[in-house]
């Protein structure tokens, strides 16, 4: 076979050798049967008579060429053809079974260089060049649809003269798809591609292309020790917190951002938290570690450090007054502060450099056109992670954000995801689209459900939840408690603390509904009051439920309370039942729930704490506590009792601070409050000192 070098690309055919009649009548029709016709019968290309019997003219088409003479030649040998190539051909191709290689060396610690090429007789041909040239050529239009016109896809080497190496188009596509996303349009150093170690996982996707790919270098990181928790850490890691942490460690160690997506009450901030510590312990905390959370769960943040690792020294950038914090920024080990203030103090953050970024209720930048997101972005830090049960709450566009601030580029532009991704699941319920896009995100996502780790869960873990009241909000709280500790220190003195029951009763009821949502006190000041914190942690503590397809149970103590947390949900559109006192058919709501009616189940402590079997439900949350343990008890195992399969969960919201938190004390220290301090029997037990610290202020 040969080819002609004229305007035109063909394939040659000359017969040689004895042929009889029949034979070469045999060989005739073979050939012409693979679309070559004899040379004679065409006036073109006449002057190559004698030289061949039979040609094909591709009209120019090198890959139509290349494919001819890649399904051709294999099956006139099989068939025992001897075929010669002359050296003036130009497709000289390289069968598909040609094995494939990727070396990935490390270039300084944060970055490496990726080579991916061809083994032929036993020389590496580097095909990074080729196939980069193809992304700058055809870019987003290199479909697989678009490739899909010849059987094969033909990569010109470089090997001095002219060859191909002959692919079927899928493996171009996914090949060329995975580099499509590396490539940052910066020339090739040496034909290799240079790529931070963040991007290591594209090893993983290569590999998964070709099961024989040849890996060489693809560990870069220092190989970690054995995972052991930290010296400092004050408290007991189950399984698979211990795995969370060493997977945080690996993540760590390669650069890559990553986000925690377990299940609510599997303990993220804690697997966080001992990350730090082992950072610290390690010697690699030489810049601080920014904390970025709501506002509500800033004190709930620095408390949970001082808990379970005291050794890590905080600092707090939050409050009217942070720029006398600013010197104590340089000696802390966490810096801890809120999404709003992140965005307002732009220049206090731009000036600091970080080792570690940890974004919690991460779902806060879900909006790449927020100012959060645009802040967060803005940070100088070597790692980020993210912590939310809630990675994508109503669009995949959420989840390209996330990844635009913990790995940019990861998942291409954000036009890019929207045709690749987006588009093809959310309108075209595209299986295939869906099953890609769960790969290329595998590496940088840990997300584990409560029902997965079961076995290292107690059958009922009871939780606390802490909220921080801000603005007007704590305002109001400070007022009332002002006035109310002044008449009940007056009462105090004058009837002893029996006497003044039901003044201290009364304030407390004050300050517990302030908590709650200012809209529950009868004060005039309360009605200008919009904030209320507890209510906005109740709301995305729902949220992450029901992403995770959990059902959940609301208990209240205060009906009106519950009225206005239905009325949120109306407006939200979220499926839910409430019970009451006023509740005249409480077994038909209960059914409802049990079948998967309703997501959310409103209920009245007093109305709906015991008699009721809701075992649909594995989340229980005790919007306002019960002093009384027992009776709050008895309402969680509304959810806790024969028929349950799965692991329950128990929160309590408590306001940080406040008469919530500090009757919870009383209960951890004085047992005989079991009764409940708003039984009145209760309040005989406690002194005037213990009645005093009920009121003190939120700060104190």
Same mark, same amino acid.
């Given at each position: 076979?040969?080819?002609?070098?004229?305007?035109?690309?063909?394939?040659?055919?000359?017969?040689?050798?004895?042929?009889?009649?029949?034979?070469?009548?045999?060989?005739?029709?073979?050939?012409?049967?693979?679309?070559?016709?004899?040379?004679?019968?065409?006036?073109?290309?006449?002057?190559?008579?004698?030289?061949?019997?039979?040609?094909?003219?591709?009209?120019?088409?090198?890959?139509?060429?290349?494919?001819?003479?890649?399904?051709?030649?294999?099956?006139? @040998?099989?068939?025992?053809?001897?075929?010669?190539?002359?050296?003036?051909?130009?497709? &000289?191709?390289?069968?598909?079974?040609?094995?494939?290689?990727?070396?990935?060396?490390?270039?300084?610690?944060?970055? %490496?260089?990726?080579?991916?090429?061809?083994?032929?007789?036993?020389? =590496?041909?580097?095909?990074?060049?080729?196939?980069?040239?193809?992304?700058?050529?055809?870019?987003?239009?290199?479909?697989?649809?678009?490739?899909?016109?010849?059987?094969?896809?033909?990569?010109?080497?470089?090997?001095?003269?002219?060859?191909?190496?002959?692919?079927?188009?899928?493996?171009?596509?996914?090949?060329?798809?995975?580099?499509?996303?590396?490539?940052?349009?910066?020339?090739?150093?040496?034909?290799?591609?240079?790529?931070?170690?963040?991007?290591?996982?594209?090893?993983?996707?290569?590999?998964?292309?070709?099961?024989?790919?040849?890996?060489?270098?693809?560990?870069?990181?220092?190989?970690?020790?054995?995972?052991?928790?930290?010296?400092?850490?004050?408290?007991?890691?189950?399984?698979?917190?211990?795995?969370?942490?060493?997977?945080?460690?690996?993540?760590?160690?390669?650069?890559?951002?990553?986000?925690?997506?377990?299940?609510?009450?599997?303990?993220?901030?804690?697997?966080?938290?001992? &990350?730090?510590?082992?950072?610290?312990?390690?010697?690699?905390?030489?810049?601080?570690?920014?904390?970025?959370?709501?506002?509500?769960?800033?004190?709930?943040?620095?408390?949970?450090?001082?808990?379970?690792?005291?050794?890590?020294?905080?600092?707090?950038?939050?409050?009217?007054?942070?720029?006398?914090?600013?010197?104590?920024?340089?000696?802390?080990?966490?810096?801890?502060?809120?999404?709003?203030?992140?965005?307002?103090?732009?220049?206090?953050?731009?000036?600091?450099?970080?080792?570690?970024?940890?974004?919690?209720?991460?779902?806060?930048?879900?909006?790449?056109?927020?100012?959060?997101?645009?802040?967060?972005?803005?940070?100088?830090?070597? &790692?980020?992670?993210?912590?939310?049960?809630?990675?994508?709450?109503?669009?995949?566009?959420?989840?390209?954000?996330?990844?635009?601030?913990?790995?940019?580029?990861?998942?291409?532009?954000?036009?890019?995801?929207?045709?690749?991704?987006? #588009?093809?699941?959310?309108?075209?319920?595209?299986?295939?689209?869906?099953?890609?896009?769960?790969?290329?995100?595998?590496?940088?996502?840990?997300?584990?459900?409560?029902?997965?780790?079961?076995?290292?869960?107690?059958?009922?873990?009871?939780?606390?939840?802490?909220?921080?009241?801000?603005?007007?909000?704590?305002?109001?709280?400070?007022?009332?408690?002002?006035?109310?500790?002044?008449?009940? =220190?007056?009462?105090?003195?004058?009837?002893?603390?029996?006497?003044?029951?039901?003044?201290?009763?009364?304030?407390?009821?004050?300050?517990?509904?302030?908590?709650?949502?200012? =809209?529950?006190?009868?004060?005039?000041?309360?009605?200008?009051?919009?904030?209320?914190?507890?209510?906005?942690?109740?709301?995305?503590?729902?949220?992450?439920?029901?992403?995770?397809?959990?059902?959940?149970?609301?208990?209240?103590?205060?009906?009106?309370?519950?009225?206005?947390?239905?009325?949120?949900?109306?407006? =939200?559109?979220?499926?839910?039942?409430?019970? /009451?006192?006023?509740?005249?058919?409480?077994?038909?709501?209960?059914?409802?729930?049990?079948?998967?009616?309703?997501?959310?189940?409103?209920?009245?402590?007093?109305?709906?704490? /015991?008699?009721?079997?809701?075992?649909?439900?594995?989340?229980?949350? &005790? #919007?306002?506590?019960?002093?009384?343990?027992?009776?709050?008890?008895?309402?969680?195992?509304?959810?806790?009792?024969?028929?349950?399969?799965?692991?329950?969960?128990?929160?309590?919201?408590?306001?940080?601070?406040?008469?919530?938190?500090?009757?919870?004390?009383?209960? @951890?220290?004085?047992?005989?409050?079991?009764?409940?301090?708003?039984?009145?029997?209760?309040?005989?037990?406690?002194?005037?000192?213990?009645?005093?610290?009920? %009121?003190?202020?939120?700060?104190?």
């Amino acid at each position: 076979m040969a080819s002609d070098g004229a305007e035109h690309i063909v394939a040659m055919a000359t017969l040689k050798g004895a042929l009889d009649a029949e034979a070469e009548d045999r060989a005739r029709r073979l050939l012409e049967g693979f679309g070559l016709v004899p040379i004679d019968s065409l006036e073109d290309f006449a002057r190559l008579s004698g030289s061949a019997d039979y040609i094909v003219d591709l009209e120019g088409d090198i890959d139509a060429l290349c494919s001819f003479s890649a399904l051709v030649v294999p099956r006139l @040998r099989k068939l025992g053809w001897n075929v010669d190539i002359d050296d003036r051909y130009l497709c &000289h191709t390289v069968g598909e079974d040609a094995p494939w290689y990727a070396t990935a060396d490390a270039d300084g610690p944060s970055w %490496f260089q990726l080579e991916l090429g061809i083994e032929l007789n036993g020389q =590496r041909v580097n095909i990074l060049p080729v196939l980069v040239d193809l992304i700058e050529r055809d870019g987003e239009r290199l479909s697989l649809k678009a490739l899909e016109r010849h059987r094969h896809r033909f990569l010109a080497l470089p090997l001095g003269g002219t060859r191909y190496l002959a692919v079927p188009p899928e493996r171009v596509a996914q090949v060329v798809k995975v580099l499509f996303e590396l490539y940052n349009r910066e020339p090739l150093l040496e034909g290799k591609l240079r790529l931070p170690k963040g991007r290591m996982p594209v090893i993983d996707q290569l590999a998964s292309i070709d099961d024989e790919l040849s890996l060489e270098g693809a560990s870069l990181a220092t190989p970690l020790p054995p995972f052991e928790p930290p010296k400092g850490l004050r408290a007991t890691l189950r399984p698979y917190q211990c795995e969370g942490v060493a997977w945080l460690e690996e993540a760590c160690e390669r650069g890559n951002g990553v986000i925690l997506a377990d299940d609510m009450g599997l303990g993220k901030t804690l697997q966080t938290i001992t &990350h730090l510590l082992l950072q610290k312990e390690r010697g690699r905390l030489d810049l601080p570690v920014l904390i970025v959370c709501p506002t509500s769960l800033v004190g709930n943040w620095q408390r949970e450090i001082a808990q379970f690792a005291p050794s890590l020294r905080t600092a707090l950038w939050h409050g009217a007054k942070r720029a006398k914090q600013r010197p104590e920024l340089a000696m802390a080990d966490v810096i801890i502060t809120s999404y709003p203030l992140l965005v307002r103090d732009t220049e206090t953050f731009g000036s600091i450099a970080f080792a570690e970024m940890v974004l919690d209720e991460a779902q806060a930048i879900k909006s790449a056109r927020s100012l959060a997101h645009k802040a967060v972005k803005q940070v100088i830090t070597r &790692h980020r992670v993210a912590l939310t049960g809630t990675p994508v709450e109503n669009g995949l566009d959420e989840l390209w954000a996330l990844f635009d601030v913990l790995q940019p580029g990861w998942l291409g532009s954000a036009e890019t995801f929207r045709n690749t991704f987006q #588009y093809p699941i959310e309108k075209l319920r595209s299986d295939t689209a869906m099953a890609a896009l769960r790969e290329r995100i595998r590496p940088f996502i840990l997300r584990r459900m409560k029902s997965e780790v079961a076995k290292d869960l107690p059958p009922k873990t009871e939780l606390v939840r802490t909220v921080e009241l801000e603005g007007a909000q704590r305002d109001l709280y400070e007022s009332i408690r002002i006035a109310a500790h002044e008449q009940v =220190r007056k009462a105090v003195r004058d009837r002893g603390v029996s006497g003044a029951a039901i003044d201290i009763l009364d304030a407390l009821l004050k300050l517990r509904q302030v908590c709650c949502d200012p =809209r529950l006190v009868s004060v005039p000041a309360a009605r200008a009051v919009r904030e209320s914190a507890k209510l906005e942690l109740l709301h995305a503590m729902l949220d992450e439920a029901r992403a995770s397809k959990q059902r959940v149970l609301v208990f209240s103590q205060f009906a009106t309370m519950l009225e206005l947390i239905s009325k949120d949900l109306k407006r =939200r559109e979220t499926p839910h039942a409430i019970l /009451t006192g006023a509740t005249v058919d409480r077994q038909s709501l209960v059914e409802q729930f049990q079948r998967g009616e309703h997501d959310v189940f409103l209920i009245s402590l007093k109305a709906g704490g /015991t008699g009721l079997t809701l075992t649909a439900a594995e989340t229980v949350i &005790h #919007y306002d506590p019960w002093w009384n343990p027992a009776v709050q008890s008895q309402a969680t195992d509304r959810a806790y009792r024969i028929g349950q399969t799965k692991p329950v969960f128990a929160f309590n919201l408590v306001v940080a601070g406040s008469v919530e938190e500090r009757i919870l004390g009383l209960q @951890r220290k004085k047992r005989e409050l079991a009764d409940g301090v708003l039984s009145g029997s209760a309040l005989r037990s406690l002194s005037a000192n213990e009645v005093e610290s009920l %009121f003190d202020p939120l700060d104190a």
